[in-house]
Every structure is written in structure tokens, then in C-alpha cells.
């Protein structure tokens, strides 16, 4: 089957993102989410991005208003029917995600693949709860999307070889470059990355460095672009612990136990950028650390 037009569910920091590079690559783009607030900044922040690509000549004038073109959005969730394929980019819960692939599948045409964006929840078992587990996978986008070159495709134990081919071939067609992971819980990303991150919070909560210590260690002692604490206020507190939960219930080994300091930073409702604060302030002209 020809991918031709591409639904979004999610207008967020990662479904904007999505709607992007689709459209930038020629595909037809409806974007949906539940507030019409939503929809509209991510659009804004969508041109923003394109412009700033023009700025940096990687794309013409042409080109942007070309993508531009090709994005629609919508609220309802049922106007995404006739797409050929549907990515799913709406917050890492799994009872979330469960609901809008429910609320979807009236309204799809037989042959259309359903993807989720999911970070770390089981694709087989989202894929169980639809009528299409064969046409069913992980497509895991790195955060910011238009920047990022990797595309982590996940197969449920249920996805056929002409599925994974189709995203596969998709992948490629957007520039980018496809990771095959198993679905374990995290995948492979993840599975590195958001430890590492537990860890220097470890380190934090037990005083072995400063907030400012620990970033500038990983970045000129192993040539890391950005601090794991600076990194983890970038993705977002709230999805970094959600992720820690997803592996240490998942594969149940104390190594992936959520330091009680990030906990508590998202009892705080200090989420990182998203929330102005985090490990770092960011209420002021710089970024000043909270610890």
C-alpha cells in the first residue's frame, strides 16, 4: 500500500515535530488534538521551525510554504479515517493511548498502519487491544524531530514483514535513518539513555556533585553535547520518570529504580523547560541551577 496521507493524533513538543518532517517530505499531513489552543501553536511553531531552516538554507521559501500547505488539522479524532497511516504522539500513558486507538478504529479504512510514538510502552500489547496487530508498530521519533537523524522502528510480536517494510521505506523517503528494536520495555534508546540519567540524579541526591558539576563532567569528560540533567529538563521530568517506572516494573531488576529525587522534582511539578524549572531555573536570562 502507498502511504500517501499521514494522520497525527497529538499537537505536542513531539507530534508537531512529526507533522514537520512529513510534510517537508511530501506527504499529506492532518493533525488532530483535543484543544484547537493546541493545534494552532503548534502550527505557529511549525513555521517558526521551517523559517528557521530557510534562514540556515537547508530548505527554499518554496519549500516551507509547500509544507505548510500540505498540514491540516482538525479536532476530530474521526476525520483521520481516510488516512493510510496513523501515528499516535499523544502523552506516555498507556490507558491514554489505549482510548484513542478505541475512538479511531470505526472510522479507518481496513488497510491503514497504526504506529505509536510511545518511548517505552509495550507495542504488542497496545497493538492487542486494536483490530490490526499485524498492521501494528512502534515508530519512535528523538526529540526535537526536524533536527534528529534516528527513527527507532519497533515490531509487536503480531507486526507482518510488509508493515515493517512500508515504515521502513517511509523512513527513508523523510531523511532519516531507521533503528530496528525489539519491544522490550524502553527499547534501545531509552534503555541506555534514561539509566544514565537516573544515575547522575543518583549522584545529585547522594552529594557526589552540583547540578553544575555533574553536566559539566559528561559534556568535556565524555564529549556528551549536553548534561544528563540539562538533558532530562530538555525531554521533561514527568516522561523521564515515567520511563524509569516502564523499566523497573517491566523487567523488575532494582538497577531501574527511579531515584526518589526525581520523584520528587515531579511531585513538585518542576518538570524541566516545559515548566520553567527543573534541575535548572529557567525564569531568568540563563538558566540557573536548583541544586
Known amino acids: ?66 509544507a505548510l500547505g500540505r498540514i491540516s488539522t482538525t479536532l476530530r479524532l474521526a476525520d483521520l ?31 491503514t498502519i497504526l504506529t505509536s510514538n510511545t518511548s ?11 483490530d490490526r496487530p499485524e498492521k501494528f508498530m512502534g515508530f519512535h521519533f528523538m526529540n526535537p524531530v526536524p533536527v534528529m537523524q534516528l527513527v527507532e522502528l519497533i515490531r509487536g510480536i503480531a507486526t507482518d514483514e510488509p508493515t515493517y517494510k512500508a515504515l521502513l521505506e517511509v523512513v527513508g523517503k523523510l531523511g532519516k535513518t531507521a533503528a530496528s528494536a525489539e519491544d522490550f520495555p524502553a527499547f534501545i534508546v531509552n534503555r541506555i539513555l534514561m539509566p544514565m540519567i537516573n544515575e547522575a540524579v543518583y549522584t545529585l541526591y547522594e552529594g557526589v556533585g552540583s547540578v553544575q558539576s555533574i553536566d559539566l563532567s559528561l559534556k568535556l569528560g565524555a564529549n556528551h553535547p549536553m548534561g544528563p540533567l540539562e538533558l532530562a529538563d ?3 521530568l514527568d516522561t523521564c520518570l515515567a520511563i524509569m517506572n516502564v523499566l523497573h516494573e517491566g523487567l523488575a531488576d532494582t538497577k531501574y ?7 520528587k522534582y515531579v511531585e513538585a511539578g518542576w518538570l524541566g523547560r516545559k515548566t520553567k524549572r527543573g534541575f535548572y531555573d529557567y525564569r531568568g536570562e540563563t538558566p540557573v541551577p536548583t541544586r
Open 81 to 111: 479515517g481516510p488516512t493510510d497511516l496513523v501515528i499516535e504522539a499523544a502523552t506516555e500513558r498507556e490507558t491514554v493511548k489505549q482510548a484513542i486507538f478505541e475512538d479511531l478504529l470505526p472510522h479507518l479504512k481496513p488497510e
Open 1 to 66: 500500500m502507498e502511504i500517501r496521507k499521514v494522520g497525527v493524533v497529538g499537537a505536542g513538543q513531539m507530534g508537531n515535530g512529526i507533522a514537520h518532517v512529513f510534510a517537508l517530505a511530501g506527504y499529506e499531513v492532518l493533525m488532530t488534538d483535543i484543544s484547537q489552543e493546541s493545534l494552532d501553536k503548534a502550527m505557529s511553531l511549525i513555521g517558526r521551525n521551517l523559517d528557521r531552516q530557510v534562514a540556515r538554507e537547508k530548505i527554499s521559501e518554496a519549500e516551507k510554504s509547500a
Open 257 to 263: 529504580r527511579p531515584c526518589p529525587l526525581l520523584v
Open 234 to 236: 530538555f525531554i521533561g
Open 120 to 130: 517505552s510502552i509495550s507495542i504488542t500489547r497496545l497493538a492487542s487491544r486494536t
